[in-house]
């Protein structure tokens, strides 16, 4: 089975991934929908993680999950860049929970 669990992930998902952790410094559901699945989103934070390694970036991203009062959202993203309170408000405004 070796490789089925990245084979979900495209190249081009892996690297859009970097690319918005080193622009924005951070990736939602609303860029990538298929982050709604929770597994996939954290396959993807290791393809990311291991794409930033191969551009020799020292930049980490993190997935953190939140619940908000309509529901649950996950966020990737760059410590470096933004806290955990700072992730939480850009994932509410990104899905589109503000009060």
């Known amino acids: 089975m070796g490789m089925a669990m990245d084979e979900d992930i495209t190249r081009y998902q892996k690297t859009e991934g970097a690319n918005e952790i080193m622009d924005k410094g951070y990736l939602t559901e609303r860029d990538l929908p298929a982050m709604m699945d929770s ?3 954290d396959r993807l934070l290791i393809q990311i993680n291991d794409e ?3 551009r020799s970036l020292s930049e980490r991203a ?3 999950k939140f619940n908000y009062y309509m529901g ?3 966020i990737i993203y760059n410590p470096a860049q933004i806290d955990e309170a700072q992730a939480k408000t850009l994932l509410q405004h990104a899905l589109g929970f503000k009060k």
Do not use: E, K
Request: charged share 15%.
């Open 72 to 74: 649950t959202g996950v």
């Open 52 to 54: 930033l390694r191969l």
């Open 39 to 41: 597994d996939w989103a």
């Open 62 to 64: 993190v997935l953190q």
